[in-house]
Structures are given as structure tokens and as C-alpha cells.
T-cell receptor
Framework: ETGVTQTPRHLVMGMTNKKSLKCEQH?????MYWYKQSAKKPLELMFV???????ENNSVPSRFSPECPNSSHLFLHLHTLQPEDSALYLC???????????????FGPGTRLTVL | GQNIDQPTEMTATEGAIVQINCTYQ??????LFWYQQHAGEAPTFLSY??LDGLEEKGRFSSFLSRSKGYSYLLLKELQMKDSASYLC??????????WGAGTKLIIKP
């Protein structure tokens, strides 16, 4: 248990569906992250929120829409996805998102997404 | 461009020692992380190096040479539970984490 939970753990959806991934952290952290992890590829940072404000968006397609209603919760809304979006989506949190040299991230177990 | 290189897969024997290498080319350097990720689970933090040298933590040690853009993770007295992927990540000059693709370590009895 890392203190970061994600639901659902597995999701299968069609290309026309709309679904949402949920992340919750119980660590009192101020920064939260969404990553995409594809087989044999590096983790891809998608979004970063610090104190509920988006601070980074790494050119992610608009079919992925994040929402951070408070510092403990993070959502990723999915709409008209493509099969190549099938991957493991990881949520992480850290104490802060600043110029700190040491800023350990705590990861959730991920949501395994399959787009048919 | 920024790049992190590590072997895709390694195999080792229970009780032995294994060294997983990581080389990096990044715009600036503010530290290097190693994470462990068991199949189907979250990555978990193992170590952080920002100065040259060896950091030892139980059976695991991590080494850094900034001049060579090189790090390794050393695992001693391997146990079956050490079978996992090991991710190397570098914090660049913008404090952004650049990740390697991970090394899958297979431990055989």
C-alpha cells in the first residue's frame, strides 16, 4: 500500500464510450500526476496538478481530460479513445511540485485500459 | 533530445548478485531515481542519488557517476521476490522526471 488508490483496476471500453478513471491519495500531498505506461516504453507524463491547478500538460490529445476537484482526488475523463490508447494508466502524488531536487513520487497500482 | 538507456531484460540466479545499468543524456541533472515495479503493481521508490558514489540500503545499492552519465543498481543475495521491473529516472534541469523503459529482472531458482 503506497497511500494512493486507483479505480477501476481494469477497464475495457469501445471507441465511442465515455469513462472516467479515479485516483485518491491519502498522504496529504499537494501534487498529483497522471502517467501512461505502455509495454517496453518509458513512463509518459500526461498531466501534473499542484494545489489543484494544472501546471503541466505534455501535449496530450484532447480525448483525455483531467479534473482535480481537490488536492486528494484526481480524475481522468476518457472520450472517443483509440486502440493505441490501450495502456496502464498510473496516478502518482508527491509532497509538492516545485524546484525540489528530491521529490519522491508515490504511485497507485494503475488502471489497465483496453480500447476495442 | 533526452534519453535514458537501460537493458530490456536480465536473468539472474537466486542468491547471486546482479547489476542493472542505466545511462542518461539529459538537459541538466538534479538527481537520479530507481523504482521497483512488480507485475500489475505500482512502482515503488528504491533510491535517490544526486552526488557521485555508492548509496547502500540493505541488499540494494545504487551508484552514480555524473561525469559519465551513468548509474547502476546492485542487488545482492537475490530472492525470488526481487523478480520485477526496475525503472531508472533522471530529474532534469527543469525538475522534470525523464524515465527509462525499465529493466525486467527474472530470478531463477
Amino acid at each position: 500500500e503506497t497511500g494512493v488508490t486507483q479505480t477501476p483496476r481494469h477497464l475495457v471500453m469501445g471507441m465511442t464510450n465515455k469513462k472516467s478513471l479515479k485516483c485518491e491519495q491519502h498522504l496529504g500531498h499537494n501534487a498529483m500526476y497522471w502517467y501512461k505506461q505502455s509495454a517496453k516504453k518509458p513512463l509518459e507524463l500526461m498531466f501534473v496538478y499542484s494545489l489543484e491547478e494544472r501546471v503541466e500538460n505534455n501535449s496530450v490529445p484532447s480525448r483525455f481530460s483531467p479534473e482535480c476537484p481537490n488536492s486528494s482526488h484526481l480524475f481522468l475523463h476518457l472520450h472517443t479513445l483509440q486502440p493505441e490508447d490501450s495502456a496502464l494508466y498510473l496516478c502518482a502524488s508527491s509532497q509538492d511540485f516545485t524546484g525540489l531536487a528530491y521529490n519522491e513520487q508515490f504511485f497507485g497500482p494503475g488502471t489497465r485500459l483496453t480500447v476495442l | 533530445g533526452q534519453n535514458i538507456d537501460q537493458p530490456t531484460e536480465m536473468t539472474a540466479t537466486e542468491g547471486a548478485i546482479v547489476q542493472i545499468n542505466c545511462t542518461y543524456q539529459t538537459s541538466g541533472f538534479n538527481g537520479l531515481f530507481w523504482y521497483q515495479q512488480h507485475a500489475g503493481e505500482a512502482p515503488t521508490f528504491l533510491s535517490y542519488n544526486v552526488l557521485d558514489g555508492l548509496e547502500e540500503k540493505g541488499r540494494f545499492s545504487s551508484f552514480l557517476s555524473r561525469s559519465k552519465g551513468y548509474s547502476y543498481l546492485l542487488l545482492k543475495e537475490l530472492q525470488m521476490k526481487d523478480s520485477a521491473s526496475y525503472l531508472c529516472a533522471v530529474l532534469d534541469s527543469n525538475y522534470q522526471l525523464i524515465w527509462g523503459a525499465g529493466t525486467k529482472l527474472i530470478i531463477k531458482p
